[in-house]
């Protein structure tokens, strides 16, 4: 018997018949002779109906008062769902943020959960009860009511799992799983059956979402298995857990890539100290997170800085930019948009030597030029044309071999 | 300077340009130098919305999640009102029932509030923060939410009124206050401008749906003034208040009816004392309130006995009613949903005979029998066919000079 923490998605419960359906799932694990802690997300839609109706009353909605109406759209969730366990014959009962309780700190819409109180949990498992929570919601303390961002129910559900030591944690989504690619764009993109924490943080940060990274960092943390698998099928997921040595046999584990960038370049920056600083602080105090950054040291004392940022921050970070070029002296400013990133991420890439040069020779061998390149312990990005994307993906997952997976 | 807590039904704010326009007048009245405290209903025909939602995935929804799942009507409203607020540049901050906190008992969706704690409202008014209050809910000691049945938003604004000793409770609704009867069958039905509890209470038991009657009862034990006014106008609405000498000169304020009403007779009971007992506990044991009960001696020891239920609960009461007769020996039972009850109301009564007398005048002047009567000291109802409803209204309405007021 197992203590099993089962997170469904907005697609999961997006009708009536789906949350009914997602109930019998959930009795049949029960009945298996399972705990089951159940955490739900809004129905699909829901979220953004509301946030919808709160920009028509003020277009920068009040924070505190946005989490107050957003939450509304698990408590929906959370309260049919339970219904439907009931109408079964199965004891549930809903829990809201506040009730369990999930304490956060007060950073509304985008709280961070500090402490799980899981005694009542516990009782009504012990009482053979399912409990059903709000995912993305909690509660701070001044009895705020908080919501933790886009994706937060897959946080709230592994910070439960850890609060109540489950032996994994399930998260139920509308794929089968992590893939080693999109296989929109690649047919032939295999499901993998066991991924480590860090790769999953690289897919994830790098545009495979599937899950919310900030679930996978606390797993990471408290070495809680989580297990992605569709809520449609009863096919075995993707299992994302502590790395071991299997793993390392592998060079890469998958290729992702990102079109939501843009590239801006100063040309004939003096090179003095404290220059990068001038240039970046202006940039983060906007609030705009800069991603590669690649300094070319030029003839005599000038140098050459280019760096990404995220497509919609494009323009705002280019003003600034064009100011700071001219306080500082340097002679032009340039950027554009057509670019993306294609990444590969393998933790087999730490004790192997030349992955990221058989990366470049695929993209060179198709007559793809890389305009930037960032490496890290287990993952190279390349920069290239954007509409070089699907073509460099491809190659790169053939030339990896992961369709053979 | 005043303190006013102001209740806004679902009508008032049914649209996004509602809210907006409730917004503006609770700000004109902050502005006008008032302390001001909103309690809102859900956006209209949401909780109807909700309520079939639930019975889709059960038919009898249970009572704790569907007030889990009720609550959230209230939830949007408030945080779209204060929104709608701070978008003015007025502070607001909207509370739920946990959150300021209502305390009810357990009895879900159909709870009774047992106490306030105003703190947190005290001291959102003396920081010039306009409260918003989540109407229609509450929550337990065992931090479970709770509904307090429809039109409970009533209650839970005079129950705020009380808890904070405000000078006046106003009820916006969509018209323009408690009219002498309804203005659909009797165009010339005037309003009124002040009225007793008592009255009040006579009036909205008896289908005057302008205020939940409960609310007027809480109002009534701590003397709470109601204001009973339209939110699409500026104009003074109805004042209900304690029982003064003017009103006392009024013979009657008030004619209504009801259709709700199915009448049930037993004939030639045997006349033996505990008969009633036998006939009624069932009844009462089924959950059907008995309104009026006429008992008339016939010859020898045997009596008949006639009852109204309400409609909905007609069928039930005869087969009930039918078993028991055979049980004691009565001879047959006959029932009828073709009736309706006309009532007059008014303090003035108490102090004045003949008003019953004259209302059977009146009735039988327009050739209206008279199928039952039930007196009380404020009211004297009388139970006639139905085809006769609107044409008796309008009769009594008349007769006792109302339209003149």
């Not at 897959?154 to 999109?182: M, R």
């Not at 920069?383 to 073509?391: A, N």
């Amino acid at each position: 018997m197992a203590l099993i923490v089962q997170k469904y998605g907005g697609t999961s419960v997006g009708s009536l018949q789906r949350i009914k359906r997602v109930a019998e799932r959930v009795i049949k694990t029960k009945e298996a002779g399972n705990d089951v802690v159940v955490v739900l997300s809004a129905m699909a839609g829901e979220t953004n109906r509301l946030i919808s109706l709160a920009k028509e009353i003020q277009p920068h909605p009040d924070p505190r008062e946005l989490d107050v109406l957003m939450a509304t759209g698990e408590q929906v969730s959370i309260a049919l769902f339970s219904m439907a366990c009931i109408e079964r014959g199965v004891e549930a009962r809903s829990f809201l943020g506040f009730q369990v309780p999930i304490e956060t700190d007060s950073a509304h819409t985008k709280a961070r959960i500090e402490n799980i109180k899981a005694e009542k949990l516990k009782q009504a498992l012990a009482s053979g009860i399912i409990p059903v929570i709000a995912g993305f919601q909690g509660v701070t303390e001044g009895e705020n009511i908080t919501t933790l961002g886009r994706g937060g129910s897959d946080t709230t559900a592994v910070a439960l799992a850890v609060a109540l030591g489950a032996d994994v944690c399930e998260i139920y989504t509308d794929v089968e799983g992590v893939f080693t690619t999109d296989p929109n764009i690649c047919p032939k993109a295999k499901k993998i059956d066991k991924i480590s924490y860090e790769e999953m943080l690289e897919m994830a940060s790098l545009g495979a979402k599937v899950l919310e990274i900030r679930s996978v960092e606390f797993a990471m943390r408290y070495g809680m298995p989580i297990h992605v698998r569709s809520s449609f099928t009863d096919a075995p997921g993707t299992m994302v857990v502590e790395e071991d040595e299997s793993m390392e046999s592998i060079l890469v584990s998958g290729v992702t890539y990102s079109k939501n960038e843009a590239r801006i370049t100063i040309n004939k920056v003096p090179d003095r100290p404290g220059i990068a600083s001038k240039i970046f602080t202006p940039i983060s105090d906007a609030n705009i997170v800069v991603d590669m950054i690649i300094q070319n040291t030029r003839e005599g004392d000038l140098t050459d800085m280019t760096f990404t940022v995220p497509k919609p921050d494009y323009e705002t970070a280019l003003d600034i930019v064009k100011r700071v070029a001219k306080e500082i002296g340097a002679e032009k400013v340039q950027g554009d948009t057509d670019i993306s990133k294609v990444s590969i991420i393998g933790v087999g890439m730490r004790n192997h030597a030349g992955v990221a040069s058989k990366m470049f020779e695929i993209l060179a061998n198709h007559g793809i030029n890389i305009l930037m390149i960032s490496t890290s312990e287990i993952k190279v990005s390349c920069v290239i044309d954007e509409k070089y994307t699907e073509l460099a993906v491809r190659a790169l997952h053939e030339g990896f071999g992961l369709e053979e997976r």
